[in-house]
């Protein structure tokens, strides 16, 4: 005689706790490659669902507008560019190496992607109602980091004695110039030598001081 009772289910698959992480990743992804190509106003998030081959819904669930789903786009791409910088540094001891290399990851990440370039330029166009775009938003919370390791060059006598902010403004116009020139223009130079051109200028600048007829410095 069969019994009756019902059999007890075997456990189920264990819950995966990396998923949320792991799905916000690829929608961030997905979105900017469509934001990049087809631009903020004509990017369907249906269709970022559709290339990940998940529900429009599952997309809300993360990022409840378009808006947002732009903006954090933007974020995560410059936590990348942090963090490919830090990877590649992190080790180096020698500050004016660690300047050099620095700048060259940075260069290199825009070129390796341009997409991101792209949104930049899309988030000032589009969302001009913000006082600061991301990037400078990321730049004002790291400021205070990369003031303190000038003003230690100037006090171990690598660097000048001069305003540390007008050392970080200055750095930091010639390389956010020089990738919107890379995005629009293409490099004409490898971007090895195009870092080690922007950190000749930046460390020596362009007068031979040692010409008396040079103008000095007031």
């Not at 808006?67 to 990348?80: H, P, S, T, Y």
Request: without cysteine; neutral net charge.
């Amino acid at each position: 005689m069969t019994s009756s009772t019902p059999k007890k289910r075997g456990p189920g698959r264990p819950r995966d706790v990396n998923l949320p992480a792991r799905r916000r990743e690829q929608i961030l992804r997905s979105a900017a490659d469509q934001f990049a190509r087809h631009g903020y106003r004509h990017t369907d998030v249906q269709k970022i669902a559709d290339q990940l081959g998940v529900a429009k819904g599952t997309i809300y669930n993360y990022f409840p507008s378009k808006r947002e789903l732009f903006l954090a786009a933007v974020d995560q791409g410059i936590r990348d560019l942090s963090g490919s910088i830090q990877a590649v540094t992190v080790h180096e001891t020698d500050p004016v190496k660690m300047i050099k290399i620095g700048v060259t990851a940075y260069l290199a990440f825009f070129d390796e992607h341009p997409n991101f370039v792209e949104l930049l330029i899309q988030e000032r166009a589009e969302f001009k109602d913000r006082t600061k775009p991301t990037y400078f938003q990321h730049r004002e919370a790291s400021v205070d980091r990369w003031r303190d390791f000038y003003r230690d060059l100037i006090d171990q006598g690598i660097v000048r004695d001069m305003p540390v902010d007008r050392i970080l403004d200055v750095i930091n116009n010639m390389l956010y110039g020089t990738i919107f020139t890379n995005y629009h223009a293409g490099r004409s130079q490898s971007l090895e030598q195009q870092a080690q051109d922007l950190l000749d200028v930046f460390f020596h600048g362009i007068l031979d001081l040692r010409n008396p007829t040079s103008p000095q410095e007031k």
